[in-house]
């Protein structure tokens, strides 16, 4: 199976795994946006279009505004994480759909720092990649996770284990739900093969360390810092059984 101009397979799945793409009409909005690729660079090397000068400071702040976070580290680290999710559903969608992935190139996503799903990514172009796990990790990892990891790590001083450990878990995270989602429509088919594809992603060396995948339960060996912000608790994925009660880092933070 190809992959049709609309990604339309993604939609039953509800709007987390949506990709608004130009077959759907909404190009207009997504024009005057800044690409990953830009969003990922030193902004020193020149604004990004529309109102949001860095759009990664942009979202990191607003996660904190929204958190009442007491540090940055906070919102970039649950900001990377929502960013995160939305690349692994697009990507493990299509590949258990349709058995091919869309080519997501950071040039080739728009990105509103503003926004949330669907309508916070436009894919401006359709084409298809293979779906093993070496091609998925190329393309979520390599491509964007590791340049969002370091942009945010030159704005914040946030651990290169805890962005890894936030990849795992919204890897995870996104395999539950597919598996949730065939188990409702008769799909295990669908179930098999996200499980599997997740087990070889969390394999792989890119993400070596995330945590440790037992059936569908993921248990991370970082914390997210989550429970840092007011009434914040721990996740169920977190490697704390207790929130912390010292204000040191630890190790995995």
Same mark, same amino acid.
Request: aromatic share 12%; with cysteine; hydrophobic share 30%.
């Given at each position: 199976m190809t992959l049709d101009p609309g990604l339309g397979l993604l939609r039953p799945l509800g709007g987390f795994f949506a990709l608004h793409t130009p077959s759907d009409g909404s190009a207009g909005p997504a024009r005057?946006?800044?690409?990953?690729?830009?969003?990922?660079?030193?902004?020193?090397?020149?604004?990004?279009?529309?109102?949001?000068?860095d759009p990664l400071a942009f979202r990191v702040g607003k996660v904190v505004r929204a958190l009442r976070a007491p540090e940055e580290r906070i919102g970039a680290s649950v900001a990377q994480q929502g960013l995160a999710a939305r690349l692994w559903s697009v990507t493990l969608g299509c590949a258990v759909l349709y058995g091919c992935v869309p080519d997501l190139a950071p040039e080739l996503l728009r990105w509103d720092p503003d926004g949330s799903a669907p309508d916070d990514l436009w894919l401006t172009r359709v084409r298809s990649r293979p779906a093993d796990a070496a091609t998925v990790a190329e393309v979520v990892v390599d491509g964007h996770l590791e340049p969002l990891g370091a942009a945010l790590r030159a704005r914040h001083p946030v651990a290169a284990g805890?962005?890894?450990g936030n990849a795992g878990s919204a890897l995870a995270a996104t395999a539950r739900l597919l598996e949730q989602w065939a188990g409702g429509h008769g799909r295990p088919d669908v179930a098999a093969h996200a499980r599997a594809l997740t087990a070889d992603l969390l394999a792989d060396p890119r993400l070596a360390g995330a945590g440790v995948l037992?059936?569908?339960?993921?248990?991370?060996?970082?914390? /997210?810092?989550?429970? &840092?912000a007011p009434g914040g608790g721990l996740c169920?994925? /977190?490697?704390?059984? &207790?929130?912390?009660?010292s204000s040191p880092r630890a190790p995995s933070e």
């Open positions: 005057g946006l800044p690409t990953l690729a830009h969003a990922y660079g030193d902004p020193a090397d020149g604004a990004a279009p529309g109102p949001f000068g805890l962005l890894r037992t059936g569908a339960a993921f248990r991370r060996r970082s914390c /997210c810092l989550y429970y &840092r169920g994925d /977190c490697c704390f059984t &207790r929130p912390p009660r």
